[in-house]
């Protein structure tokens, strides 16, 4: 594994040379802005920011990039240090693929993950191949026919870069992705350039272990639900536990984060996906998440995704929360569209770093048909394991299902040590 870590200063004249257009245009649902965190008085410079580290790599280069809204460069490196977190007129940036065809770089075409390049598909739904209307660059799908790049799809190019925002969640596809780019790449012997991003989950390890018999695109690795790395530092786990095919190695180039831990706090910029809002709905995404294995709505169809749960079948004697779940961006068929639903609203709530099993298991324990909930096939692939709808279902308290992850996760623990780019 070839693994090189740039630890130089950002130049400020080549942020200037960043293409024009910076400021954000307002997109109905779909770019929702908000701004960094500080760490002190220092603003977090992610990887792409560090266009001097990374340039020398891509000159002369046939390039291909692996990107969709979140590949971006922030111009405005004063305004990402306010404390505002919802106004979307103070953040500018660039997306990385305009910036990069500014400033000469000979970008061949774009590989989209899900939800699409721009960002506006809904979960599940298939990704076409086509052309980006932009920059005219051809798009290819990751997320349609293959979701595994053709050793055609990667002919001509010298070299694939990876930038796209992550949440820290297995059953959250982008890391599948990375394992599928780096896999086809290390086949092709064609390095692969990784610009690392903060991940918001990523000040904790929790959740069940992936069993090897569940592997999906849901979850492919041995990981717990909640893993508690980067990108860059997940890319260095799949090479150097030989999870790519046939224990191959991908040559891989980590332009690392600066002036960040995993205990910094960071608000994420842009919307990661059509129903990730906010930073609650981030918090809350590995524990409401697992409605998703069930036939319990977990807020799509609404503008509090992943911060409600609800379905006609819930007590309404116990759920006194109601809302009613409709079509809308990134939901095209939400779960009990257009009818009413009982649960709980958690858009208010505090919550802290842990994957909790309390809500799933409280819609459990108060459907009034229980048959109804889960899908199983589907919420053993998300939970990484059959054993937990089997807990639920046995009336296992929550500490008690929690304590037997724990040898697994102290595994994992010493496992993860060995790739940190982090504190």
């Given at each position: 594994m070839t693994f090189n870590v740039f630890k130089n200063t950002v130049l400020l004249f080549l942020l200037a040379m960043i293409s024009c257009g910076s400021k954000i245009k307002k997109h109905t649902n779909e770019d929702h802005v908000r701004l960094h965190k500080p760490q002190g008085n220092k603003t977090i410079i992610v990887g792409a920011n560090q266009t001097e580290a990374y340039l020398p790599l891509l000159n002369n280069k046939c390039v291909g990039i692996v990107a969709n809204q979140t590949s971006v460069i922030f111009t405005d490196m004063v305004s990402s240090r306010t404390s505002d977190t919802n106004n979307s007129n103070n953040h500018k940036y660039t997306h990385l693929v305009d910036s990069l065809l500014a400033l000469n770089v000979n970008i061949k075409k774009v590989f989209s993950p899900e939800h699409g390049f721009r960002g506006t598909a809904d979960a599940g739904e298939v990704v076409k191949d086509g052309i980006d209307t932009k920059t005219n660059l051809p798009i290819v799908s990751l997320y349609g026919?293959?979701?595994?790049?053709?050793?055609?799809?990667?002919?001509?190019?010298?070299?694939?870069?990876?930038?796209?925002?992550?949440?820290?969640?297995?059953?959250?596809?982008?890391?599948?992705?990375?394992?599928?780019?780096?896999?086809?790449?290390?086949?092709?012997?064609?390095?692969?350039?990784?610009?690392?991003?903060?991940?918001?989950?990523?000040?904790?390890?929790?959740?069940?272990?992936?069993?090897?018999?569940?592997?999906?695109?849901?979850?492919?690795?041995?990981?717990?639900?909640?893993?508690?790395?980067?990108?860059?530092?997940?890319?260095?786990?799949?090479?150097?536990?030989?999870?790519?095919?046939?224990?191959?190695?991908?040559?891989?180039?980590?332009?690392?984060?600066?002036?960040?831990?995993?205990?910094?706090?960071?608000?994420?910029?842009?919307?990661?996906?059509?129903?990730?809002?906010?930073?609650?709905?981030?918090?809350?995404?590995?524990?409401?998440?697992?409605?998703?294995?069930?036939?319990?709505?977990?807020?799509?169809?609404?503008?509090?995704?992943?911060?409600?749960?609800?379905?006609?079948?819930?007590?309404?004697?116990?759920?006194?929360?109601?809302?009613?779940?409709?079509?809308?961006?990134?939901?095209?068929?939400?779960?009990?569209?257009?009818?009413?639903?009982?649960?709980?609203?958690?858009?208010?709530?505090?919550?802290?770093?842990?994957?909790?099993?309390?809500?799933?298991?409280?819609a459990y324990h108060n459907a009034t048909d229980k048959t109804l909930v889960f899908n199983t096939a589907n919420f053993t692939k998300h939970a990484g394991t059959a054993k937990l709808q089997q807990q639920i279902e046995a009336g296992l308290s929550e500490a008690e299902i929690k304590a037997t992850w724990q040898a697994d996760l102290n595994a994992f623990k010493m496992v993860r040590k060995k790739y940190l780019i982090y504190k």
């Open positions: 026919n293959n979701k595994k790049p053709t050793p055609s799809q990667l002919e001509g190019l010298d070299i694939v870069l990876f930038d796209i925002q992550d949440v820290g969640v297995r059953f959250y596809t982008y890391i599948s992705t990375l394992h599928y780019i780096m896999e086809a790449c290390a086949e092709a012997q064609i390095p692969v350039l990784i610009l690392d991003r903060p991940n918001p989950n990523g000040h904790y390890i929790d959740g069940p272990t992936l069993e090897p018999e569940n592997k999906s695109f849901l979850g492919m690795h041995p990981i717990p639900l909640v893993h508690g790395m980067t990108i860059g530092e997940y890319a260095q786990m799949i090479n150097g536990e030989q999870w790519l095919a046939n224990g191959i190695q991908c040559n891989i180039t980590v332009i690392p984060l600066k002036n960040y831990t995993h205990n910094t706090p960071y608000s994420l910029p842009i919307r990661p996906s059509p129903n990730l809002p906010n930073d609650q709905s981030i918090k809350l995404y590995p524990s409401l998440g697992l409605f998703e294995g069930t036939n319990i709505n977990a807020g799509r169809g609404t503008e509090y995704q992943f911060q409600r749960y609800g379905a006609p079948f819930l007590d309404k004697r116990v759920f006194t929360f109601t809302y009613t779940p409709v079509a809308n961006f990134g939901a095209k068929h939400p779960k009990h569209k257009n009818e009413l639903c009982y649960g709980e609203d958690l858009s208010n709530m505090t919550f802290h770093g842990e994957v909790s099993l309390k809500w799933v298991m409280q």
